[in-house]
């Protein structure tokens, strides 16, 4: 849909560039656009490489274990399937945390990951388990405590104040990873009963 949607929206931009006498201004944004979408690549680039990198650190010291304890109450209710497997659950917390610290980008082949240990449990591999469900939810509607794809990209289009927005992604991922658990938490439930 998205491959018909867009070439409209830039054919018509074209056409009334051309017809209101703004074929200049045109050529510029769309030279000026290549260069601002150039540098927000290369900056979430290099906020991704960091990130990734730095998660591929700490998978192989006691960082996973420790976090894994910390968080692993939560885990236990959220994925109780998986409560007796140590490889899953450790997984499933380094991309709750990596989700936590902002890194969406980071987090998802940790997700990605933890949802192909748990596709090899699974017993009906042709259906998302109640655990697999509920780790799309919690990477999609996570709480983030420091945003830092959203930070990087505002940085690089030159905010003067990147950060001002911590307390409002706070509210909103909160709410979002509530509702989000309750919702997955209504349709497993319906599921099971049906």
């Known amino acids: ?6 070439p409209i929206f830039i054919i018509c931009s074209i056409i009334y560039g051309i017809l209101s006498g703004n074929l200049s201004q045109l050529n510029n944004s769309v030279f000026s ?3 601002d979408a150039l540098n927000t690549t290369m900056t979430l ?3 991704l490489c960091l990130w990734n ?4 650190i700490a998978e192989k010291t006691k960082f996973v274990e420790t976090i894994s304890k910390i968080i692993k109450p939560v885990v236990q209710f959220l994925f109780p399937e998986m409560k007796n497997n140590k490889k899953i659950t450790q997984e499933i917390s380094m991309n709750m ?6 890194l969406g980008n980071a987090a998802t082949p ?3 990951k933890a949802i192909n240990s748990m596709q090899k449990e699974n017993k009906n591999k042709k259906q998302l388990s109640d655990s697999m469900l509920t780790l799309i939810v919690i990477n999609t509607a996570s709480i983030q405590l420091i945003p830092t794809t959203v930070i990087a990209i505002r940085n690089s289009l030159g905010s003067s104040n990147p950060t001002n927005i911590i307390v409002p992604v706070w ?3 909160i709410i979002a990873a509530i509702v989000g658990i309750i919702a997955s938490r209504i349709v ?7």
Do not use: C, E, P, R
């Open 1 to 6: 849909m998205l491959n018909f949607i867009w």
């Open 33 to 35: 656009g290549a260069q």
């Open 45 to 47: 680039l290099g906020s």
């Open 53 to 56: 990198g730095l998660m591929s």
């Open 97 to 102: 945390v990596a989700n936590i610290l902002g």
């Open 110 to 112: 940790l997700g990605l």
């Open 171 to 173: 509210i909103a991922t």
């Open 188 to 194: 497993i439930k319906l599921t099971k009963s049906h």
